[in-house]
């Protein structure tokens, strides 16, 4: 893949070949970027996972102490009182039967998707539209739930999914390059901890292979796991 100039002059201040303690590698990150905006700064694990067998297929949700800089739109597909409840949570859009229908004809003005358990039969109708887009509500998420006054909280507060692909690799988004280093480390701390739990039982051998941190259209940074402990 043919690089840019800037990407190659950011390239020439980190050492591919070693792993860098967490808060050397956040400053190294700042560094590195050179984009004219506020870039997201990511974290990336390449895991010993192998999403075919169901144990192994890590999914879920969990709230970064200092958010991601970011402040979705989220929709909640409830009725009634739980209608009631996110919007008074704040919830940037609340509907049923018709909302539904809108989503149908192409409208996606949204982030984050919630919905209550009775509405899922007929949010079901759409999963081949909202799968792809990653925008289908799952329980493991916390995005199918009663308790919608927590879940739009969460989610306006930083709430990220973290989700293994196919080759046993995660990405999330852990703030911005304008972010205070501690609160990266502390954000990316929480996430490697989170996933660092939920090792499955059947993982044989070394389970984080790499761990990378990275900002938009910027190089990668090894990290050593030794460092996030």
Do not use: C
């Not at 509500?137 to 692909?165: L, Q, S, W």
């Amino acid at each position: 893949m043919k690089r840019g100039k800037k990407y190659l002059e950011a390239a020439k201040l980190i050492d591919k070949t070693q792993k860098y303690d967490i808060n050397e590698a956040v400053e190294l990150v700042k560094k590195t970027s050179f984009v004219k905006f506020d870039a997201t700064v990511e974290a990336a694990f390449r895991l010993n996972l192998d999403p075919r067998k169901a144990e192994q297929n890590l999914r879920g949700a969990i709230v970064l102490p200092h958010g991601t800089g970011k402040v979705s739109r989220v929709v909640v597909i409830a009725q009634g009182e739980k209608a009631k409840e996110a919007e008074a949570a704040g919830a940037d859009h609340v509907g049923d039967a018709e909302l539904i229908q809108k989503i149908a004809g192409g409208w996606f003005d949204f982030d984050v998707m919630v919905a209550t358990p009775d509405m899922m039969a007929q949010l079901g109708k759409l999963g081949r539209i909202l799968g792809p887009k990653g925008l289908m509500p799952n329980p493991k998420t916390g995005t199918v739930t009663m308790d919608v006054t927590k879940a739009v909280n969460e989610i306006k507060n930083g709430k990220i999914e973290y989700r293994v692909d196919k080759v046993g690799n995660i990405h999330a988004p852990i703030g911005r390059v304008s972010f205070d280093n501690d609160k990266l480390v502390e954000n990316f701390k929480t996430l490697y901890n989170t996933l660092a739990r939920l090792k499955p039982a059947t993982v044989k051998g070394v389970y984080m292979k790499n761990v990378t941190i990275t900002s938009s259209m910027a190089p990668g940074v090894k990290v050593s796991v030794d460092s996030l402990k």
